[in-house]
C-alpha cells in the first residue's frame, strides 16, 4: 500500500517571500500521478498542481511549482510570492494508475501554511 | 463546465439519528464518485467510492453506507449515527482518466 507522508505540520512565510512545504512517498510503482490540493478555511478541496510519474520536466501554475524527485519519493511544492490568500492546510496526495481501488487518493496529512503580512 | 453539489453545508444530529447527505455533479456522465472524512486537523480518509449506477466499493468498515441511485448522484446514509460520525465529509468526483479528483463544498456534521 502507498503512503504519503508529510513531515511539516505547521509553515509559515513572509509575504511576498517563497515557501517550500515537503512530501514524500512510499510505493513500489513506476508510474502514478501526485497531487497538492489546498483547503483554505472555507474548507473547500482545491487542485493546486499535478504531477505524471512519467514526465521528468516539474510541473508549474503560475506562482506554484513542483520539485519531483521520483528516485527519492520526494514531492515537494514550492509557492513563490507568498501572498495572503495562500493561507490554508495543503495536502499532498497520490493515485495509482488502472482502475478499481487504485482510482483513490492516499493523502498526507497536511500541512498549515500561515502568510504574515 | 462541470459542478458538484454537496448538501448540507452543516448538520447537528443526536446520537441514534439517521443520516443522509446528497452529493450530485452536473456536466459530465458517467463520473466517478467518492466520500471523504476529514477528522479534525488530520487528512482526508477515503469511506466510499461508485465507478457506476449501484456500484459501490468500501473502503473501511464502518457505521456509515453509500449509494448512487442515479449516475451523478451520491447519498451517503446511516440508519444510526455515533459520537464517532463527526467530522467533515466531502463528496468528489473524477472522469474514467487520470484525471484529479474534484471536491465539493463538504458538510460538517456534529453529533450531539
Known amino acids: 500500500a502507498q503512503t504519503v507522508t508529510q513531515s511539516q505540520p505547521e509553515m509559515s512565510v513572509q509575504e511576498a517571500e517563497t515557501v517550500t512545504l515537503s512530501c514524500t512517498y512510499d510505493t513500489s510503482e513506476s508510474d502514478y500521478y501526485l497531487f497538492w490540493y489546498k483547503q483554505p478555511p472555507s474548507r473547500q478541496m482545491i487542485l493546486v498542481i499535478r504531477q505524471e510519474a512519467y514526465k521528468q520536466q516539474n510541473a508549474t501554475e503560475n506562482r506554484f511549482s513542483v520539485n519531483f524527485q521520483k528516485a527519492a519519493k520526494s514531492f515537494s511544492l514550492k509557492i513563490s510570492d507568498s501572498q495572503l490568500g495562500d493561507a490554508a492546510m495543503y495536502f499532498c496526495?497520490?493515485?495509482?494508475?488502472?482502475?478499481?481501488?487504485?482510482?483513490?487518493?492516499?493523502f498526507g496529512s497536511g500541512t498549515q501554511l500561515t502568510v504574515l503580512p | 463546465s462541470q459542478t458538484i453539489h454537496q448538501w448540507p453545508a452543516t448538520l447537528v444530529q443526536p446520537v441514534g439519528s439517521p443520516l443522509s447527505l446528497e452529493c450530485t455533479v452536473e456536466?459530465?456522465?458517467?463520473?466517478?464518485l467518492y466520500w471523504y472524512r476529514q477528522a479534525a486537523g488530520r487528512g482526508l480518509q477515503l469511506l466510499f467510492y461508485?465507478?457506476?449506477?449501484?456500484?459501490i466499493s468500501s473502503e473501511v468498515p464502518q457505521n456509515l453506507s453509500a449509494s448512487r441511485p442515479q449516475d451523478r448522484q451520491f447519498i451517503l446514509s446511516s440508519k444510526k449515527l455515533l459520537l464517532s460520525d463527526s467530522g467533515f465529509y466531502l463528496c468528489?468526483?473524477?472522469?474514467?482518466?487520470?484525471?484529479?479528483?474534484?471536491f465539493g463544498d463538504g458538510t460538517r456534521l456534529s453529533i450531539l
Open positions: 496526495a497520490y493515485r495509482s494508475p488502472g482502475g478499481g481501488s487504485a482510482r483513490q487518493l492516499t
Open positions: 468528489a468526483w473524477s472522469v474514467r482518466s487520470n484525471q484529479p479528483q474534484h
Open positions: 461508485s465507478v457506476g449506477i449501484g456500484q
Open positions: 456536466g459530465t456522465s458517467n463520473p466517478n
